[in-house]
């Protein structure tokens, strides 16, 4: 299971575990650190002054790489209080179907609402405010092809005491309150609501009878208290799954859940009135995202690795994959051997992994992750904490995606050298998204088969200790 809080913050939690041991091990190599020019280099300060003309350098340590399926990603509005969401389908050709839908309370806004004598339905309509300037999925072509969406009434509370993960299942009604509707996600900068110009945003014709039932509970106590209308309507299912598109076309849209905007409004009249509107808020409410994946049809080489029984333990390509998709597994099952004829100070342990930028992989129409993150993978198979050298800031540690060389660097001496020491185990680490629960994103790496010419390399500056 992975907590992504970075930004959103979906790695902070992870980072809790390890701030301790870091700050002591920070203070005690201050003044080291600061009598350096190369801020990346690590135990230069300990060494006596003869032993610093001995510094050492391999690019030659063997990884072992593969793509695994992740498990799940928390997204419920606790870690992603931003109120960022995502929604649509896409089918990639190299990765298969990816859909991301959302589950929301509606809140009332004040007790008891009046709406009046014999109050009947005009209409009832789901706003549902987006990022202009974010699509995901195949751009190139400038257009993007029509989606379908889906609202259905849910069966099951959701509470905001409680944790939800991007696998969650929530009973749900089958009917479709939204019929048969469409939308293009687009980049569209306002929106005209009753002849006033407003944000960008999707606008979906809800059935009638939903807002019949609502205007019907006014007398019953359904309406009488925030807590009491949620048990009486839990929520609503927003989704695009029905969407029927062909392989390379669809896209996800990012949501603003928590904007005034985005909003679920009754339009009626009464016998006295009409013309008049309720609005509910879907802020402050209970919300989380699912992420559906279906690898049924994808590249051969992928498939091997999360499909099959028995994948291949090296590979010239790995895949990652934001929307708890598929994460890389890298492990150096020899690094102990550097400590074989004696101990060692790694100064830096810098792992490069490219892009690789192979026609088939379409590298060039879907975004790559603007951040890749590192987890250390923990003795019971795990991974919740990052490797110890994140924490010493991203200018050390790395992970940003170069675009002129097209590829990722990280600094981890830190975790290479509790792991010579003994302090911590050769368990192997996982390479995922950063943002992965609110950005879409893909990229096919170079694995460490030496046969790849994107091989994944760990270049390790050291010191030989007497």
Known sequence: MIFNKIGIPHVLSRLF????F?????????????????????GLEVQPQDDVLNVLFSD?????????????????????????????????????????????????????????????????VLALVYDPTYVYGDTTGGTFATQTVNVY????????????YSNKDVIKSSFNLAGSQTFVPGYDDSVTVTGVREKPQLRI??????????????????????????????????????????????????????????????????DTEDSLKYEFPLSNAARFSKFKHDYTTIDAGLAAQINSATPPAQNA???????AGVKTKI?????????????????????????????????SKYATPATLLLFQINDDSTSNILVPDYNEGTSYFGGSYDATNKEYRFNIARYIQQILTGARNNNGIYIITQNGAITSSRVPLGGGDPASPFKMKLNITYTKLH
């Open 22 to 42: 870091f700050i002591v091990l920070a203070s005690l190599s201050l003044v080291g650190l600061s009598a350096c020019n190369e801020s990346s280099v690590l």
């Open 153 to 164: 009434q849910l069966f099951e509370d959701i509470k905001q005491e409680d944790n939800y």
């Open 60 to 124: 030659t340590t063997y990884i072992r790489s593969r793509t695994v399926k992740e498990d799940s990603l928390r997204t419920d509005e606790t870690l992603l209080f931003t109120g960022e969401a995502l929604l649509g389908k896409y089918v990639d050709p190299v990765f298969g179907v990816s859909t991301a839908s959302m589950y929301t309370q509606v809140r009332l806004p004040s007790s008891n609402p009046n709406f009046g004598t014999n109050a009947a339905i005009d209409s009832v």
């Open 17 to 20: 575990f390890g701030t301790k």
């Open 331 to 363: 492990e150096f099952p020899f690094l102990m051997g550097w400590v074989d004829s004696g101990a060692v100070a790694i100064n830096k342990a810098e792992l490069v992994i490219k892009v690789d930028t192979s026609a088939i992989y379409e590298y």
């Open 317 to 323: 390509t790995v895949f990652v994959q934001a929307n």
């Open 205 to 270: 014709r809800l059935n009638n009878i939903f807002g019949t039932t609502i205007l019907n509970n006014q007398n019953t106590g359904n309406l009488s208290s925030d807590a009491n209308f949620k048990a009486f309507m839990k929520g609503l299912c927003i989704t695009t799954e029905n969407s029927t598109l062909a392989s390379g076309d669809g896209n996800i849209m990012r949501l603003k859940m928590i904007d005034a905007k985005t909003r679920l409004s009754i339009y009626y009249h009464n």
